[in-house]
């Protein structure tokens, strides 16, 4: 099978504009043309998280903006209430840790959403807790979570409501000012469809007070630093050029496009895969699935981490399976990213053979399920 | 003046093979292709540092590699000798103090190298020092320090020698092994090539057991995560997937090349800057400079933030100014990227126009000077 196909939860396809744009000669950070470009984009940024604060950027993974939020926001023995429902609630809780936090977790099955009322219930009793954990999206599991009631319950206490928006922000409305978020993350490679490099951290008024008074050391992530060479209109370290220069266009590219029609854009890609697996005997897993990630259960009978690599290694079509305690248990299909109408059908034709060849759907004529998705998309329009 | 020259210390002109590879689609890192380009990329990080010791590869600036070479090595109130001879020495001392070190300042004039025996007799005052804090060239003076005789003092001791080799390593020799360095820290935009993003660190035996230790706490940058990844065939976090496959690139291109030729051609541009320069009336700043970078200091009587500007604006030859002290004093043109000659010879061509322009080199007939420029390089080829 010819061209390949990268349908993961991030590193997500690029737009042939961000491949052009990274294959530029090199510019320095400390020159007019650079400034003009930073400046755009630190204002843009607010526009993506839809915030009036200041969107900071970091040059790491994701992984690295949720660190930067709890070292900035932490002192030592702060009580901190982390949301665990998969491996990257299970990566925050231990960073939080780690930093001296005294941590609770609020476990949540893995697939399931959190009920806001045992939020309330534990702030209730605990009104001393500092800071709230919670992803937007638990990548692992492909699930969300209710974060506009979330933010409502915890913007009535002390605590900080910290969101891991790695895997929603630019793929699915997440306000953070009008969903009362005291600190956002975000990374490169996921809904802002560029590669692995940066991440991105909002704060609101409140955690940068909190921020003053924080004694957590810190200095790579240190967002006081960040803030004063920002306000210069430089980065505080050696600004990522290649990345931020392509980061420009992809905002530029969401404000003329807007952010709620791209946004039904990916939730069109969202509808569409689960329809269309749903008719290939793949049931969903999460029971609160996400816009940016679909989490397909497979069927029992076959090894899962094997056909996954089979689909990559005979089709050519890369997505993510399960992680820890869902190895081989699910596929998950990324919606972010540059993704045409074409590689959405050609994925689906690829899964169906590849399931065919794992001796299932013995019934099905893959001619006249591609015609019924080449159907669905033409029927439901961008 | 038509086409930009960059001939920053970083970032630097970029090979355009290099441009090509960031320019391509997006793989994910949990491929079979990506998993081959990282085993590869880790085996010859070694060669890079000439050491038989494993090497880690951070998505950060520098700066995060430098944090990390310390927060993976410290525990709180450890004695830290720092020499401190410019900017990037007064960042990792600083650095060393946020983390609860007890450091002490070797502070040596900017433009100077270190004496070797004063840190030999602070070692010999106090042998409780866990950390000796070196620059093998502190880029914001230009100047290399004796980074193999401190090597011979530390090692005998118990202290661990770090040494920052993001202007050194890919520009000049500095065998990690040889120089007995406990701990050697590289960025991607120098010496290496690439554009921002990446740091590298490599740590001896000596460090590695120092780090089981170490009780400063840590995530991001945490080494022994990173190491386990590596040891299956992964980067703990998602991998800055388009900057490896391009250090793929670099790393065969110098080991197809040869260290000691490339070294060689790095040097070429050095010598050529320098001698080209004098001519020029511009004198060395640095009283052992650096074969990486060159710091010019400009006549006392023109404003030299105003030419460095100039220079950029009028004749798109962007060079870098002066730091803090040395703000308006210098420029510092890099030697580092691909740099052809013609980009050699342009350089000092629109710089010495530059120059007429503020009323210096009467006398200089610009022809000429350009014909001696090409006739050093023809005399002393690659």
Request: no cysteine; charged share 20%.
């Given at each position: 099978m010819s061209n390949p196909i990268l349908l993961a939860p991030g590193p997500v396809q690029l737009h042939p504009e961000v491949q052009k744009i990274l294959s530029q000669p090199m510019i320095h950070h400390r020159t007019p043309e650079f400034d003009s470009i930073l400046k755009r984009v630190l204002e843009n940024l607010k526009f993506l998280f839809q915030t009036n604060s200041h969107v900071y950027i970091h040059s790491s993974t994701g992984s690295g903006g949720m660190e930067s939020l709890l070292v900035n926001t932490l002192s030592p023995k702060d009580r901190v209430l982390a949301i665990v429902s998969g491996k990257f609630g299970e990566r925050w809780a231990e960073i939080a840790t780690i930093y001296g936090a005294h941590v609770d977790r609020l476990n949540v099955p893995w697939g399931d959403s959190i009920n806001p009322g045992q939020v309330e219930d534990y702030l209730n009793q605990h009104p001393d807790t500092k800071i709230v954990l919670c992803q937007a999206c638990e990548t692992s599991t492909a699930t969300t979570h209710p974060i506009r009631q979330l933010g409502e319950i915890i913007a009535k206490t002390q605590a900080l409501f910290l969101v891991?928006?790695?895997?929603?922000v630019g793929a699915y409305p997440l306000q953070m000012d009008a969903f009362l978020i005291d600190g956002l993350v975000a990374g490169s490679?996921?809904?802002?469809?560029?590669?692995t490099g940066l991440s991105f951290v909002g704060l609101s008024a409140k955690t940068e007070k909190v921020m003053e008074k924080a004694t957590t050391p810190r200095y790579y992530f240190d967002l006081s630093k960040e803030k004063k060479a920002n306000q210069n209109?430089?980065?505080?370290?050696?600004?990522?050029v290649s990345l931020i220069k392509a980061l420009d266009f992809i905002l530029l590219l969401l404000k003329t496009h807007g952010l709620e029609k791209h946004f039904a854009d990916v939730k069109r890609r969202a509808d569409f895969t689960r329809i269309m697996n749903a008719k290939l005997g793949l049931k969903l897993?999460?029971?609160?699935?996400?816009d940016s990630v679909t989490a397909l259960l497979l069927p029992s009978t076959i090894d899962g981490a094997k056909f996954r690599t089979y689909l990559e290694d005979k089709y050519s079509v890369t997505v993510m399976g399960g992680q820890d305690q869902l190895k081989g248990k699910i596929i998950r299909i990324g919606h972010m990213g540059f993704i045409l109408d074409d590689h959405l059908i050609e994925t689906q034709f690829r899964l169906a053979l590849a399931l065919k060849d794992f001796?299932?759907?013995?019934?099905?004529?893959v001619n006249s399920y591609v015609n019924d998705c080449r159907k669905w998309l033409k029927d439901n329009p961008r």
């Open positions: 891991d928006g790695i895997t929603a490679q996921k809904g802002i469809m560029l590669p209109g430089e980065t505080f370290f050696s600004s990522s897993f999460s029971k609160s699935p996400s001796n299932l759907l013995k019934d099905l004529d």
